[in-house]
């Protein structure tokens, strides 16, 4: 079992939608991730908080939004996607500024754009 | 800058063979090394790690170790099973104080009966 959850598992979605992505975790991690995976492809970064704040974010473009309301929720809020934006969305989270500590992932949401 | 190169897949085994993916890394200062396993449909399972050279990872039968002096951290198995079939992703988080997880391109793993 993940010990980083993720809902919905699936979302479909069109162009002109709003929709959010979740991200929970009761681990006591203090860094919390945002990745993006295409088919045959590794995790590309999108964004890391730190402390509930954003300290990295990899020139997303600005209809992916980003909120992290406390120490163990992190949201991805979607507004106006591009088909291109079909992938499957992970959320991990880790020990913050604890290098050695690996990032542990949760199963994803995997997102498709009509 | 850090990167990681992994042996191109896919990789097809019949069961109980001996496994080996390999995995060379750049990086600054003294990186963390990982090996992540990602099973169809699911999310990325960390399978070991290892953080300093000559560090051992094992987990599932799986080990891999640091070599600091040939920059590398090759996956083994010594028996593979059907339930192995996944992707393997090796990865590193740089000694330069970025907690930046870099990945391999990935290898597929595909165990016959």
């Known amino acids: 079992d993940t010990e980083v959850t993720q809902t919905p598992k699936h979302l479909v979605m069109g162009m002109t939608n709003k929709k959010s992505l979740k991200c929970e975790q009761h681990?006591?991690?203090?860094?919390m991730y945002w990745y993006k995976q295409k088919a045959k492809k590794p995790p590309e970064l999108m964004f890391v908080?730190?402390?509930?704040?954003?300290?990295i974010n990899e020139s997303v473009p600005s209809r992916f939004s980003p909120e992290c309301p406390n120490s163990s929720l992190l949201n991805l809020h979607l507004h106006a996607l591009q088909p291109e934006d079909s992938a499957l969305y992970l959320c991990?989270?880790?020990?913050?500024?604890?290098?050695?500590?690996?990032?542990?992932f949760g199963d994803g949401t995997r997102l498709s754009i009509l | 800058g850090d990167s990681v190169t992994q042996m191109e897949g896919p990789v097809t085994l019949s069961e109980e063979a001996f496994l080996t993916i390999n995995c060379t890394y750049t990086?600054?200062?003294?990186?963390?090394l990982f090996w992540y396993v990602q099973y169809p449909g699911e999310g990325l399972q960390l399978l070991l790690k290892a953080t300093k050279a000559d560090d051992k990872g094992s987990n599932k039968g799986f080990e891999a170790t640091y070599r600091k002096e040939t920059t590398s951290f090759h996956l083994e198995k010594g028996s593979v099973q059907v339930s192995d079939s996944a992707v393997y992703f090796c990865a590193l988080i740089s000694g330069g104080g970025s907690e930046k997880l870099v990945f391999g391109k990935g290898t597929k793993l595909t165990v016959n009966p």
């Open positions: 681990m006591g991690h203090r860094a």
């Open positions: 990086a600054t200062g003294y990186p963390s």
């Open positions: 908080y730190s402390y509930e704040k954003l300290s």
């Open positions: 991990a989270s880790s020990q913050e500024g604890a290098r050695s500590q690996p990032q542990h």
